[in-house]
C-alpha cells in the first residue's frame, strides 16, 4: 500500500517540533496547520529514521474510536 492510498482525511503533514526520548518509547509532538499531533513510537524507530525537530513527516491517523463529553 502507498501513502496515496490512504484516505487524505487520516493525514497530516507537518514538521516535528519536539522529541521527548524514553529508554524504549518516545513521544513526537508534530506541528501541523491543524494542530499539534503527538506520536509514542519507539526510541529505536526515531534513531533508525533519523527523526528530528524541523523534519517534516506526514502523520498517518488510524482511529477505530473517537469519544466525546460535553463541556
Same mark, same amino acid.
Given at each position: 500500500?502507498t +501513502?496515496?492510498?490512504?484516505? $487524505?482525511?487520516?493525514?497530516?503533514?507537518g514538521? &516535528?517540533?519536539? &522529541? &521527548? /526520548?524514553?529508554?524504549?518509547? @518516545?513521544?513526537v509532538?508534530?506541528e #501541523?496547520?491543524?494542530? +499539534?499531533?503527538t @506520536?509514542? &513510537?519507539? #526510541?529505536? @524507530? +526515531?534513531?533508525?529514521h533519523?527523526l528530528?525537530?524541523?523534519?517534516?513527516? *506526514?502523520?498517518l $491517523?488510524?482511529a #477505530? /474510536?473517537? @469519544? *466525546?463529553?460535553k463541556?
Open positions: 500500500m +501513502i496515496k492510498a490512504i484516505n $487524505v482525511r487520516n493525514q497530516f503533514r514538521k &516535528i517540533k519536539e &522529541i &521527548i /526520548e524514553g529508554p524504549v518509547v @518516545s513521544e509532538d508534530v #501541523t496547520p491543524y494542530g +499539534i499531533v @506520536s509514542v &513510537i519507539t #526510541t529505536r @524507530s +526515531i534513531r533508525e533519523g528530528k525537530e524541523g523534519v517534516e513527516v *506526514l502523520a $491517523v488510524k #477505530t /474510536e473517537v @469519544s *466525546l463529553a463541556v
